[in-house]
Every structure is written in structure tokens, then in C-alpha cells.
Nanobody, 122 residues
Framework: VQLQASGGGLVQAGGSLRLSCAAS????????MGWYRQAPGRQREPVAL???????HYGDSMKGRATISRDNAKNTVSLQMNSLKPEDTAVYYC?????????????????WGQGTQVTVSS
């Protein structure tokens, strides 16, 4: 499975960004896709996940400010981020796992995208 992420960039605090990720290759019907982020000196953390059945999970960091969605027919997942803060600055990674959402929360993705930089200026 290959993951191609796009949509990062520089935005001012309070602004919005939309990240997108397209999966290709051998895609299983039951899967979970989502976004993680890693800021300098910090561990990678889940931002938002969504299963092929539509179950979602949001990490505490962006809960209430982010919305994850997916198009199963196109194998794409998007993350709409609003009210961005400087502390949201990080590299954002798309992930994919051939499972429901809980295993992905416990052990992480099987596959990672290349990462896209999000920088929020104050």
C-alpha cells in the first residue's frame, strides 16, 4: 500500500488547512486510515482516525477543531483543521492499517505516508 499525502503549508494562527491522503495498491475492504503528527522533540501522536465503516477517533490535541472524512470508493482520507494554533506545528503523517480502528490505536499503522509539514505562525 502506498500513501500520498498533500495539503500542508504555512498558515497564521486561527486559520484553517485541509490535508488529504490517497491510498493505492492492495486495499482491503476493512481498514482504518488516519492522521498522526510529530513535533520536534515529541513522540508521534494520533490526530484523527476513521475506519472504512465510518467510526472515528480524535486525539485530545485537536478534538473539536478537526474533522476527518473519507471516500471509500476513492481510498482517500481528508483532515479539515480549523482554529489552528502555533502548537499544532508538526509534520503530519497519513497512516493505513488493515484492521478496524482499535488495533490501529494500539499498535499504529501498517503503512505510513511521507509526511507533510504544517506550520502555524503566531
Amino acid at each position: 500500500v502506498q500513501l500520498q499525502a498533500s495539503g500542508g503549508g504555512l498558515v497564521q494562527a486561527g486559520g484553517s488547512l485541509r490535508l488529504s491522503c490517497a491510498a493505492s495498491g492492495r486495499i482491503f475492504d476493512r481498514n482504518t486510515m488516519g492522521w498522526y503528527r510529530q513535533a520536534p522533540g515529541r513522540q508521534r501522536e494520533p490526530v484523527a482516525l476513521i475506519s472504512s465503516g465510518g467510526v472515528t477517533h480524535y486525539g485530545d490535541s485537536m478534538k473539536g477543531r478537526a474533522t476527518i472524512s473519507r471516500d471509500n470508493a476513492k481510498n482517500t482520507v481528508s483532515l479539515q483543521m480549523n482554529s489552528l494554533k502555533p502548537e499544532d506545528t508538526a509534520v503530519y503523517y497519513c497512516g493505513y492499517r488493515m484492521s478496524t480502528i482499535q488495533p490501529m490505536l494500539k499498535v499504529g499503522p501498517d503503512y505510513w505516508g511521507q509526511g507533510t509539514q504544517v506550520t502555524v505562525s503566531s
